[in-house]
């Protein structure tokens, strides 16, 4: 017995050397890819010294004696620290992911590479200023040397991601970064999917009157009516299924309510109290780590920019300089249509277009597969733009027998000179610089907010698409791609683009809010992505004669709700002071504490406190009620809670209160009674998820901030250390937005909001702040993966400045790159 026992503990022991060793060795190969900063390193590529000065929040100053040269800094600086992640944008734009994922990624591919962005990016190129053109060059050139600086001192494959998945990397292109400026469009883009849920909810409804009521317009004078799907497609099956294909971390299509956001305002000097100009931007993106931001400040001929650049891109998107700074949000402008393209029933590779049956464009294209037998596709274009696979948010359920859907796109445009706007940007210096420098660009769109040292404005830059007054859908339902009223007519001008100049309250903001009213075909968008932090913003702009840059900071970090203190009074209103006493332990109990604990609530989405979690539940299992029995498995598409349908249907706006009637039930039920009912199924699934002491409920338990690495954060065990997750404030209407997933099992978790914050000060720019949701290093040994988190999830900001010698009073390293003999 004690020489089995001998032996089993020496077994014991040799594994755990083993497990030890191969976590040292594990560790010892993640932690070749670190970069060094302190160096100096002979290079090819550049005219002069380059010198990077690391802060101490790892913020790169880079200086050099040419632009080209600050642009190579920049383009070794983000494969310094994003290598991954720029690699995957690029593979992810190339439709390579499969290469690398296997099947898993297929679809992906499949769909990137019938949209072609990255040819249409490569031809590109040639269309870009000379100024734009070297940057471009230069910044591949700096992403190259650092990639051949890893290859000769075998530092890791410059990630530790690269030795779990075999991802070879090729050298970087110019057309590489504008390939990545046009994928953002894709992933700030949510007309597509609206396009495909309204005509599928359209199908799904008996009475079209309701369609209005589920998918609102923003408040204001909207359309009156549409015509019914199904009357421009007849023989469509009137019914929905449950969306077929299977949410993918690596998709880059939006879920519906997580294409484009973002905050911005700016105060003019008479509404300053410093007599400066203020500007507050903060974009909402999908949270990840690393964030899609990485801040950089270059020293141009022209001067220093600082800001929130993307990895792969050679300039500061969004940030300031030292005479303007510019902020960007989603403008919501409705560059997206989908075009239902008849087939020849004689020849199928023909289709229908005013003039008659012509053939597509077309030519192969292969897909490599991991560990599986290459995919040969058919790339088809009509003259409205590429056929997409009907897997595409379940296009096919929409799509006629004997036609194909395409789709319009103004990113789709192989001239796109967007690139040199966003470089052009970093040379102006004022508002109206600006303004002109923008003219070209073409998308994603954006609302541009602008303050120069005496002048606030706002423009909103990108194509906007010319659609014909007879438009059969006005761009809102997909349309029969053969009628000659339906396609494109080229381009609106510019300067019919909306522009807010110098506003005479001294105050202008976007939230992603309805710009303006205009009738159609000038309308600019039906599909607006805010109606409701819009108010909030006014109200606090309002209550204060000037401001300063804490009170911009305050209304960033603001966690009130709105939407929770315009609809609780509507969907309690027959419940606060009604029913009888009950005992302990008792649903009719549970429901009076719930109410009690509403009545004294002031509407704020404070981590912290029980009631947001209670009212959240509350309006998502009361939304719920409401649509199952009308859109059946399609009610599983509407996530989130659409504020304007509740309040349409309490309020019994043109007939809504019909919703509150459960069709497939004999009795005919009222709001009150499924308002009560709702509160009911919230607070079982609360009981069932966090326990039934209501007044102990933490909204923060449940609206954790999931930045999650897109590729590890799924790995048993390797997750814990890859992912970062936050307790967090705010909501999905809230000025601090944490939009919800809306998917179950976790419903509230945060995963869509500001990856970016900065405030920017013009009386003294150099006490700007900002700061991103993670940290500048995508490695996960490097300690600054995720040095700005806590600051971020706290509402804390670090110094934006661009005076040289504080960043070396502090740096954390120095690079030289000087040329090589």
């Given at each position: 017995m004690g020489l089995i026992f001998r032996w089993l503990l020496r077994l014991a022991a040799g594994l755990v050397f083993l497990v030890v060793a191969a976590i040292a060795l594990v560790y010892y190969l993640a932690s070749q890819s670190l970069p060094e900063y302190n160096q100096t390193l002979q290079v090819d590529g550049v005219t002069a010294p380059v010198e990077i000065v690391r802060d101490n929040n790892n913020v790169p100053h880079i200086f050099a004696a040419s632009d080209p040269d600050v642009f190579f800094g920049l383009g070794y600086v983000h494969a310094q620290d994003r290598l991954w992640q720029m690699t995957m944008l690029r593979r992810t734009v190339q439709g390579r992911l499969s290469e690398v994922f296997g099947q898993r990624t297929v679809s992906i591919d499949r769909l990137m590479r019938r949209l072609d962005l990255y040819r249409l990016a490569q031809q590109s190129v040639g269309a870009q200023d000379s100024y734009t053109a070297a940057a471009l060059r230069a910044y591949a050139a700096g992403v190259n040397t650092r990639l051949t600086e890893i290859n000769d001192k075998a530092l890791g494959r410059g990630a530790p991601e690269m030795f779990i998945f075999n991802a070879p990397v090729a050298p970087w292109q110019p057309a590489d970064s504008i390939a990545i400026l046009k994928l953002m469009g894709l992933q700030l883009?949510?007309?597509?999917?609206?396009?495909?849920?309204?005509?599928?909810?359209?199908?799904?409804?008996?009475?079209?009157?309701?369609?209005?009521?589920?998918?609102?317009?923003?408040?204001?004078?909207?359309?009156?009516?549409?015509?019914?799907?199904?009357?421009?497609?007849?023989?469509?099956?009137?019914?929905?299924?449950?969306?077929?294909?299977?949410?993918?971390?690596?998709?880059?299509?939006?879920?519906?309510?997580?294409?484009?956001?973002?905050?911005?305002?700016a105060a003019a000097p008479s509404r300053s109290a410093s007599g400066g100009t203020l500007l507050a931007n903060d974009p909402h993106l999908g949270f990840s780590t690393p964030s899609s931001w990485y801040l950089a400040r270059m020293e141009l001929a022209k001067g220093g920019v600082i800001g929130g650049s993307i990895p792969g891109m050679p300039t500061v998107l969004l940030g300031r300089s030292e005479r303007l700074g510019w902020g960007l949000t989603s403008s919501y402008m409705d560059d997206q249509d989908l075009f239902i393209e008849k087939l020849n029933p004689d020849n199928p590779e023909e289709y229908l277009t005013p003039d008659g049956y012509k053939s597509f464009e077309s030519r192969?294209?292969?897909?490599?597969?991991?560990?599986?037998?290459?995919?040969?596709?058919?790339?088809?274009?009509?003259?409205?733009?590429?056929?997409?696979?009907?897997?595409?948010?379940?296009?096919?359920?929409?799509?006629?027998?004997?036609?194909?859907?395409?789709?319009?796109?103004?990113?789709?445009?192989?001239?796109?000179?967007?690139?040199?706007?966003?470089?052009?940007?970093?040379?102006?210096?004022?508002?109206?610089?600006?303004?002109?420098?923008?003219?070209?660009?073409?998308?994603?769109?954006?609302?541009l907010t602008l303050a120069d040292r005496e002048t606030v404005a706002?423009?909103?830059?990108?194509?906007?698409?010319?659609?014909?007054?007879?438009?059969?859908?006005?761009?809102?339902?997909?349309?029969?791609?053969?009628?000659?009223?339906?396609?494109?007519?080229?381009?609106?001008?510019?300067?019919?683009?909306?522009?807010?100049?110098?506003?005479?309250?001294?105050?202008?903001?976007?939230?992603?809010?309805?710009?303006?009213?205009?009738?159609?075909?000038?309308?600019?968008?039906?599909?607006?992505?805010?109606?409701?932090?819009?108010?909030?913003?006014?109200?606090?702009?309002?209550?204060?004669?000037?401001?300063?840059?804490?009170?911009?900071?305050?209304?960033?970090?603001?966690?009130?709700?709105?939407?929770a203190r315009t609809l609780l009074p509507l969907i309690g209103a027959d419940l606060w002071f009604t029913g009888e006493a009950a005992p302990e332990g008792t649903p009719e109990r549970q429901r009076q504490i719930a109410l009690a604990l509403l009545a004294e609530w002031n509407g704020e989405m404070n981590e912290h406190l029980p009631e947001p979690l209670i009212y959240a539940a509350?309006?998502?299992?009361?939304?719920?009620?409401?649509?199952?029995?009308?859109?059946?498995?399609?009610?599983?598409?509407?996530?989130?809670?659409?504020?304007?349908?509740?309040?349409?249907?309490?309020?019994?706006?043109?007939?809504?209160?019909?919703?509150?009637?459960?069709?497939?039930?004999?009795?005919?039920?009222?709001?009150?009674?499924?308002?009560?009912?709702?509160?009911?199924?919230?607070?079982?699934?609360?009981?069932?998820?966090?326990?039934?002491?209501?007044?102990?409920?933490?909204?923060?338990?449940?609206?954790?901030a999931t930045h999650d690495h897109p590729v590890l954060g799924e790995v048993p065990v390797l997750r814990y250390f890859v992912n970062i997750r936050q307790s967090t404030s705010g909501g999905d209407n809230t000025l601090q937005r944490g939009r919800t997933s809306g998917e179950d099992p976790d419903p509230f978790q945060n995963v869509h909001g500001a990856a970016y914050r900065g405030v920017y000060d013009f009386a003294d720019p150099d006490s700007s702040v900002f700061v991103i949701s993670t940290g500048q290093s995508g490695h996960f040994l490097s300690r600054y993966y995720d040095d700005q988190a806590q600051l971020w999830r706290r509402g804390e900001y670090i110094p934006m400045s661009l005076d040289s010698e504080l960043a070396r009073a502090a740096a954390v390293g120095i690079t030289q790159l000087v040329p090589r003999p």
């Open positions: 883009s949510g007309h597509l999917e609206e396009e495909v849920l309204r005509a599928r909810t359209s199908l799904m409804l008996n009475d079209q009157a309701r369609l209005l009521d589920i998918l609102p317009d923003a408040p204001g004078p909207g359309v009156a009516a549409l015509p019914e799907y199904a009357s421009m497609f007849p023989g469509l099956p009137r019914y929905a299924t449950q969306r077929k294909e299977a949410d993918n971390p690596l998709s880059p299509l939006p879920k519906r309510g997580l294409a484009g956001a973002s905050n911005a305002w192969p294209s292969i897909i490599e597969i991991k560990d599986a037998a290459p995919i040969t596709l058919t790339l088809r274009w009509t003259e409205n733009g590429p056929v997409l696979p009907g897997t595409v948010y379940d296009l096919e359920t929409i799509t006629p027998p004997g036609h194909v859907v395409s789709i319009g796109w103004t990113v789709l445009d192989p001239q796109d000179r967007s690139m040199s706007a966003a470089m052009a940007l970093l040379g102006s210096g004022s508002v109206d610089e600006a303004i002109r420098a923008t003219e070209h660009y073409v998308g994603p769109s954006q609302n706002m423009k909103m830059v990108g194509a906007v698409p010319r659609r014909d007054a007879a438009h059969q859908s006005q761009g809102r339902l997909p349309s029969q791609g053969w009628r000659i009223e339906n396609r494109w007519q080229g381009r609106m001008p510019y300067a019919s683009n909306p522009e807010f100049l110098s506003p005479v309250g001294g105050l202008l903001g976007n939230t992603n809010n309805k710009l303006l009213e205009r009738p159609f075909p000038n309308h600019i968008s039906f599909v607006w992505g805010d109606t409701q932090r819009v108010t909030r913003w006014q109200r606090l702009m309002q209550s204060r004669e000037v401001h300063t840059r804490d009170s911009f900071i305050e209304a960033q970090l603001d966690p009130v709700s709105p939407t509350w309006v998502r299992a009361l939304q719920k009620r409401l649509i199952t029995d009308e859109l059946g498995p399609l009610a599983s598409e509407f996530k989130h809670v659409e504020p304007l349908f509740i309040e349409r249907v309490f309020k019994d706006v043109d007939g809504a209160s019909a919703w509150c009637d459960i069709q497939q039930s004999a009795p005919q039920e009222d709001c009150t009674e499924i308002a009560r009912l709702a509160l009911d199924d919230a607070l079982v699934w609360i009981a069932e998820r966090y326990g039934t002491a209501l007044e102990s409920l933490r909204w923060g338990d449940a609206h954790q």
